[in-house]
């Protein structure tokens, strides 16, 4: 039996797809002939390629990963999707694209996404100094005891 010689398998030869480049940002478009598309946030993820998103026309909808995405783009609860409706199943979709923070963000920013949603990255802890928020505690000195 032949000795293995180096550490992992056909996944380690391969390499990491680092695409850090700036992509062109997908808007969803009414006169789409193929299909309907609809933006979203996820919910809840379920497991084997499923999520539950809430859609921005205010239905609640299961949809399915696609398998050009599942391995290779981790899709998290709280962001931002394009849905493909269905023309047979109202209450089921399919993510066909999952917008990065900085690009939920600039939809955001022209329209396409109502103000009620928030997009995820954009939480940033310790930067409200003197807020009315911050809980003040003052101890009293240890020497007066």
């Known amino acids: ?25 997908i808007f969803k478009e009414d006169g789409q002939v193929i299909f309907v598309a609809e933006y979203a946030q996820v919910l809840r993820m379920l497991g084997n390629g499923r999520l539950e998103a809430h859609c921005m026309d205010g239905v609640k909808r299961l949809c399915h990963i696609r398998g050009k995405m599942r391995k290779k783009v981790w899709v998290n609860a709280g962001d931002v999707v394009l849905v493909g409706l269905r023309d ?18 600039s939809l955001k920013a022209y329209g396409e996404l109502p103000d009620s949603i928030r997009v995820n990255d954009t939480d940033t802890f310790g930067d409200e100094e003197g807020g009315e928020n911050d809980d003040y505690i003052d101890f009293d000195d240890i020497s007066e005891i």
């Open 1 to 25: 039996m032949p000795k293995n010689k180096g550490k992992g398998g056909k996944n380690r030869r391969r390499g990491k797809n680092e695409s850090e480049e700036k992509r062109e940002l």
């Open 88 to 105: 047979y199943q109202d209450e089921k979709a399919d993510v066909i694209l999952k917008y990065m923070a900085d690009e939920a963000r």
